[in-house]
């Protein structure tokens, strides 16, 4: 009896503690969803933080806290800034930007151009004058730089890292193939510098690049192309050069910027970018009527199920998307779908599955639009998925293209017997050891590779011909591995538009038949998590975290484009990856 009364004293307890935790739960979500209290004549302040994600999975909602800023968060915001009448201007405020690329703060800069539409200022203050930061801040009324901090404005460098010498050293040969002249991924193993491909493609997208900074900082400062070039070939400025030559409209720390700024009324009342997040875009009109699906595929490509690495980010593993795809096909109430493309590629067969479930989707017996969202890139096995949408949307800072396949493995032969190993093996079946780590590739097993490298190329090349209208010659004529800027795809007929998610967007409702001027609801894909899965995705990130926990975003690039090969997909797997430079 005694026995029988502890169990029920125990298992009550426990009943009262979940029935506690939930009642605390429910409290916690109702407080949390409770829309802030946004003050009448109110300054939004909107950092640009530096680093910038695609996309947050929060557990259903209830996590807060200081976390990497998202694109869409932020071009959301000042959206709603927009519309709401409670909100007089913004203060931008970009700093210690991490990003190599430029689509991304393409995607931000469009959307405060779109704000100053409604008459409201949009003014700058900038703690790091470098030219990311400076590139977003011309987009707004005025420009403030702290007394103390140099405008580094100069010019954009690109750099390439080649280790040919390294696994020389070390006794390693990198015995690579690869399909398209420019295919210049295998590089960074095998050469010790510029190949001339490799040189022009590098210098092409530099230059084209450099191009759109001084496009936008003549527009932005009201300024010249040929003013502006010569400027940049003076700098980097001091506060006061940067002041006297219209490059900034004053020098001033933030709390002075009060002062100098009349924002509706006399007094500024200031608002987080994390107390606006809360405002539902529902209660000023938007993000409500017909439902399109926005589907994110960010990270390299992989098959298998979805995940993250350390040095890699995430990774789009081609189950997970396909799923998605499915889901967002099967849901009568989903007019269109935007594939959000994030990738430099990855796996061929990955990317290849991924494909078919696009077109399946577009063209099948359940059919609804696809349109392709390009944000920083797109490219290889990115570009590859991107093909099946009816419409193709990117930046002019969108690298792409890169439409070529390699494969090779390294023999380590060499390296371990630096070390005093051996490493030796039996085979049955002629070519069994193809993959061996002890030896080149014999010609023979040289020819068969090609020949499926070129197989693939050729299917490639032909899919590319029927999706954009083209004939596989001219096709082939771009491809060959080469990337491209989002503005030079489109010339060359990659690339149908160009602009951000918003225009994805817009064109999938005109193909879904759905007024240019109705809101519309996005369905995001991933969906928010439940707590389970988040815990369970931090415990395995934690066991990963090892190395790449010490090294910023760049590092973190520059680790994983050298060590994807070996680590993410199988020997001699043929790759449709892009290759890594690093942009300054």
């Known amino acids: 009896m005694a026995l029988w009364r502890g169990v029920t004293f125990v298992v009550s307890?426990?009943?009262?503690?979940?029935?506690?935790?939930?009642?605390?739960?429910?409290?916690?979500?109702?407080?949390?969803?409770?829309?802030?209290?946004?003050?009448?004549?109110a300054t939004l302040v909107l950092p640009i933080p530096g680093q910038l994600d695609e996309s947050r999975e929060d557990v259903i909602g209830l996590v807060r806290g200081p976390r990497p800023r998202t694109v869409r968060a932020i071009v959301d915001n000042l959206r709603k800034a927009k519309?709401?009448?409670?909100?007089?201007?913004?203060?931008?405020?970009?700093?210690?930007?991490?990003?190599?690329?430029?689509?991304?703060?393409?995607?931000?800069?469009?959307a405060i151009v779109d704000f100053r539409k409604s008459g409201k200022p949009a003014i700058a203050?900038?703690?790091?004058?470098?030219?990311?930061?400076?590139?977003?801040?011309?987009?707004?009324?005025?420009?403030?730089?702290m007394p103390t901090s140099i405008l580094e404005l100069n010019g954009l460098a690109s750099y390439d890292l080649f280790l040919r010498g390294t696994f020389d050293k070390i006794g390693t040969?990198?015995?690579?193939?690869?399909?398209?002249?420019?295919?210049?991924?295998?590089?960074?193993?095998?050469?010790?510098?510029?190949?001339?491909?490799?040189?022009?493609?590098?210098?092409?997208?530099?230059?084209?690049?450099y191009d759109q900074l001084v496009g936008a900082i003549a527009e932005g400062r009201r300024k010249n192309v040929a003013e502006v070039r010569a400027l940049l070939d003076q700098g980097p400025f001091l506060p006061e050069e940067?002041?006297?030559?219209?490059?900034?409209?004053?020098?001033?720390?933030?709390?002075?910027?009060?002062?100098?700024?009349?924002?509706?009324?006399?007094?500024?009342?200031?608002?987080?970018?994390?107390?606006?997040?809360?405002?539902?875009?529902?209660?000023?009109?938007?993000?409500?009527g017909p439902r399109v699906a926005v589907i994110y595929a960010v990270g390299v490509i992989n098959t298998g199920r979805s995940g993250w690495s350390p040095s890699d980010g995430p990774v789009v593993g081609s189950e997970t998307l396909i799923d998605y795809v499915r889901k967002a096909r099967g849901d009568s109430s989903v007019r269109a779908i935007v594939l959000r493309v994030d990738s430099p590629g990855g796996s061929a067969v990955a990317s290849d599955s991924i494909w078919r479930e696009l077109l399946i989707t577009r063209q099948g017996r359940s059919a609804k639009p696809v349109v392709i969202s390009m944000s920083d890139l797109a490219a290889s096995g990115g570009y590859y998925i991107s093909m099946a949408g009816s419409d193709i949307v990117a930046q002019p800072g969108t690298l792409t293209g890169s439409i070529g396949i390699y494969s090779g493995k390294m023999v380590t032969e060499g390296t371990f017997a630096k070390l005093g190993a051996t490493i030796d093996g039996v085979k049955n079946g002629r070519f069994a050891d193809?993959?061996?780590?002890?030896?080149?590739?014999?010609?023979?097993?040289?020819?068969?590779?090609?020949e499926q490298m070129q197989a693939y190329y050729d299917q490639w090349i032909e899919k590319i011909a029927e999706s954009r209208g083209m004939t596989p010659e001219r096709v082939d004529?771009?491809?060959?591995?080469?990337?491209?800027?989002?503005?030079?795809?489109?010339?060359?007929?990659?690339?149908?538009?160009?602009?951000?998610?918003d225009r994805a967007v817009a064109l999938a409702k005109q193909r879904a038949k759905i007024a240019a001027d109705q809101e519309v609801e996005i369905v995001v894909y991933p969906p928010r998590r439940s707590v389970y899965e988040l815990l369970l995705e931090q415990f395995s990130s934690l066991e990963q975290a090892g190395l790449g926990r010490w090294l910023g975003m760049n590092d973190r690039r520059a680790l994983g484009a050298l060590t994807a090969p070996m680590r993410l997909f199988r020997r001699g797997e043929l790759l449709a990856l892009m290759p890594m430079g690093f942009l300054r």
Request: glycine share 6%; aromatic share 8%; hydrophobic share 45%.
């Open 434 to 450: 193809m993959q061996s780590p002890v030896r080149a590739y014999s010609p023979e097993e040289r020819a068969k590779i090609l």
């Open 242 to 288: 940067a002041l006297r030559v219209g490059l900034i409209d004053d020098l001033a720390y933030e709390d002075q910027i009060d002062d100098k700024v009349q924002m509706g009324t006399r007094e500024w009342r200031r608002v987080t970018a994390e107390e606006y997040d809360g405002v539902r875009p529902s209660s000023l009109g938007l993000n409500r």
């Open 125 to 145: 203050y900038l703690e790091d004058g470098l030219e990311r930061e400076y590139y977003l801040a011309t987009a707004c009324d005025r420009i403030f730089l």
């Open 13 to 41: 307890m426990v009943v009262v503690a979940c029935a506690i935790s939930a009642a605390a739960l429910l409290i916690l979500y109702v407080v949390i969803s409770r829309e802030p209290a946004v003050p009448a004549n």
């Open 83 to 110: 519309t709401d009448a409670r909100i007089r201007g913004v203060m931008i405020a970009p700093s210690g930007l991490q990003t190599p690329f430029w689509a991304k703060l393409q995607e931000i800069r469009d």
């Open 477 to 501: 004529a771009v491809a060959q591995g080469r990337v491209w800027t989002g503005k030079q795809a489109r010339q060359i007929g990659l690339v149908d538009d160009l602009g951000g998610l």
């Open 173 to 209: 040969y990198p015995d690579m193939l690869a399909v398209g002249e420019y295919k210049t991924a295998i590089n960074l193993f095998t050469e010790k510098g510029y190949t001339t491909a490799h040189r022009d493609m590098a210098a092409s997208l530099n230059r084209d690049l």
